[in-house]
């Protein structure tokens, strides 16, 4: 059975930096693509980026598209976020989802597995 668990949120300034990491288990992870998402109090799950299964690709919301890099390691199993002058608005809890699919990274509906998230507070 496939597992994630996400690492690495805590509280920060605003213009300050976190690493989120994604540890994954119970499978092989290179056939994997790998998303993160964020989801405030009282809104939606939102996408925030993705890699393919060898890093060849990224995806971003255009938002943190200049700020935050996401990248994997397939020796490791970990996906890394490194998140670059955050915002208080970008306060959330950070999920990672695999799944096997490349397709329309950016739908929640379209990853079949989900680790228990870690909270990001920006403070103001």
């Known amino acids: 059975q496939v597992q994630l668990v996400e690492s690495g949120g805590g509280l920060v300034q605003t213009g300050g930096s976190l690493k989120l990491s994604c540890l994954f288990s119970?499978?092989?992870?290179?056939?994997?693509?790998v998303g993160w998402f964020r989801q405030a109090a009282g809104k939606e799950r939102e996408f925030v980026a993705a890699?393919?299964?060898?890093?060849?690709?990224?995806f971003y919301e255009d938002s943190v598209k200049a700020r935050f890099t996401i990248s994997r390691d397939n020796a490791k199993n970990t996906a890394l976020l490194q998140m670059n002058n955050l915002q208080p608005a970008e306060s959330a809890v950070y999920y990672c989802?695999?799944?096997?699919?490349?397709?329309?990274?950016?739908?929640?509906?379209?990853?079949?597995?989900w680790g228990q998230g870690t909270q990001v507070t920006v403070s103001s």
């Open positions: 119970g499978g092989t992870f290179n056939m994997y693509i």
């Open positions: 989802a695999a799944d096997p699919s490349l397709s329309t990274v950016q739908d929640p509906e379209n990853h079949a597995y």
């Open positions: 890699i393919d299964w060898h890093g060849h690709r990224s």
